[in-house]
């Protein structure tokens, strides 16, 4: 029988890992780590998990394998903790796999914020040891309760659901709950798997938010992946939106070229009905960007963060460094123009330095300082072509948008989206990321470049006349050290 860690052991052994790569590469001597994105002290993040807002305090728990930058092995969830999204409190890892029920990870999941304090599901992973695929035979993904009276340690644990309470058409792949209220009622989305290798979403209801019953399905008539992961569904504008990650998608056109996607679905009758989706589009148009959550409890705004990677053939120069991946930055969502619009968060506006503003004629480049700064470009309408960063360049033809990297992508090469009558850009800058805005799409990448590259920027025109605005972003604060 496998034995059991305790949160105990598994916390002293994230203390000891930090230890050692603070002793190994200090931070002033890492050329990636980013300035205002949320990323591990040490080892592989992955998916946000559990975002919630509680007593004043939006949390954001996450994937996190602290003793690996590849992220092989049992996941624990790493705490970050904010007021404003400017100021932030990195806690203790809130949970590890500690029960028979969780023991090989703490999967995905999500947090609902109530009076007594936060009550969180996730998945619990368990492989079987033996000659299994994991995907029939062998696996447990166990829906687990649990709770936290200030959210800083994840404990009373609760087996809920098993396997063997889901539908007999499922594989072993139920996991990625997401809860919610409505109208006094709970609800939850669970990504799936069908014996057919077709994605679906299954959604349960509840009275306690402890016993749950199978409401209805999401599915596709026509195949979209294997794998629908990491759903969450919301209302926003009076309609219902539906986000998962199917995995397995083949090139569309411009669509779909990541394998594994992100995307939304607008649920236009009641969602309790559950049924074909009618359509499914990307939620970000770039090459690093999955498992999107969104905030519950945060009044009239829905505030999303992703996951800026992707299990695809990247070579991340981070590793060696030994740390991997970030999260995005917050993005507010609404609906308009008969699609889910992303914007910043209004609150990054405070990140702002001193600006400067101008125009580019064709031919013409403006130098800056630093790789962390915030571009708002106004182009003129009709084409146009610029260049920033070491080796990244934005095309339009009046219609198409394309972002392209070279070198600095390590693998990452070019992405396009259809954006008649393109007007604004906004172009978030971190040491080693870009997240472009462009009427509300946006291409989020992770790019490396040279180490010993200056500290000079350019922002060039090649094509095209544009009105500009430049400010460099300072680095998130932090209430201990990070």
């Not at 539908?167 to 996991?175: A, G, I, K, N, S």
Request: glycine share 10%; net charge negative.
């Amino acid at each position: 029988m496998q034995s059991i860690k305790t949160y105990i052991q598994w916390k002293k052994e994230e203390e000891e890992a930090r230890s050692v790569f603070k002793r190994r590469y200090p931070a002033e001597k890492d050329p990636y780590r980013q300035r205002f994105h949320l990323m591990p002290p040490v080892g592989f993040l992955n998916d946000p998990n559990g975002l919630c807002f509680f007593r004043g305090i939006y949390h954001v728990y996450h994937q996190y394998r602290p003793f690996d930058p590849a992220g092989d092995g049992a996941k624990l969830w790493g705490h970050y903790g904010t007021k404003d999204f400017i100021s932030w409190h990195r806690f203790s890892p809130a949970g590890a796999p500690d029960t028979i029920w969780d023991r090989d990870g703490m999967y995905s999941g999500s947090a609902l914020g109530e009076k007594d304090g936060i009550h969180f599901y996730y998945t619990g992973n368990v492989k079987k040891p033996g000659d299994f695929d994991y995907i029939y035979q062998g696996r447990e993904h166990n829906l687990i309760g649990a709770f936290s009276s200030d959210g800083r340690l994840i404990e009373q644990k609760k087996l809920l659901i098993t396997n063997e309470d889901y539908p007999e058409d499922m594989t072993l792949h139920v996991r990625d709950p997401k809860v919610w209220k409505e109208d006094g009622q709970y609800y939850m989305v669970l990504g799936a798997r069908s014996r057919e290798d077709r994605g679906q979403v299954l959604l349960y209801t509840g009275e306690d938010g402890l016993k749950w019953r199978l409401l209805s399905r999401f599915s596709s008539s026509s195949p979209l992946g294997y794998m629908w992961e990491c759903p969450d569904l919301f209302p926003l504008g009076g309609k219902h939106i539906l986000i998962f990650c199917p995995q397995g998608l083949q090139p569309d056109g411009m669509r779909f070229h990541n394998g594994d996607t992100c995307g939304y679905t607008v649920v236009e009758d009641d969602f309790r009905l559950g049924g074909d989706i009618p359509s499914f589009e990307e939620l970000d148009r770039g090459f690093d960007f999955y498992a999107a959550q969104t905030f519950s409890g945060t009044g009239d705004r829905k505030i999303l963060l992703g996951w800026m990677g992707l299990p695809a053939p990247h070579e991340n120069p981070t590793v060696p460094y030994g740390w991997q991946h970030c999260l995005s930055i917050p993005r507010e969502l609404t609906f308009k123009r008969g699609k889910l619009w992303q914007e910043p968060l209004k609150e990054l506006s405070a990140l702002r330095g001193s600006g400067r503003k101008g125009y580019l004629h064709k031919g013409e480049k403006t130098r800056l300082r630093g790789k962390c700064f915030e571009a708002l470009v106004y182009p003129d309408k009709g084409n146009f072509h610029l260049a920033f960063r070491q080796d990244a360049e934005l095309i339009y033809d009046g219609k198409i948008l394309t972002f392209r990297l070279g070198k600095s992508g390590f693998g990452r090469k070019e992405r396009k989206c259809c954006l008649p009558d393109l007007a604004f850009l906004r172009i978030f800058s971190d040491v080693s990321s870009l997240e472009i805005f462009a009427d509300g799409e946006v291409f989020s990448t992770r790019l490396f470049e040279e180490e010993g590259e200056s500290g000079i920027q350019e922002l060039a025109l090649w094509d095209g006349f544009c009105r500009w605005e430049m400010y460099p972003l300072h680095p998130f604060v932090w209430d201990n050290k990070e």
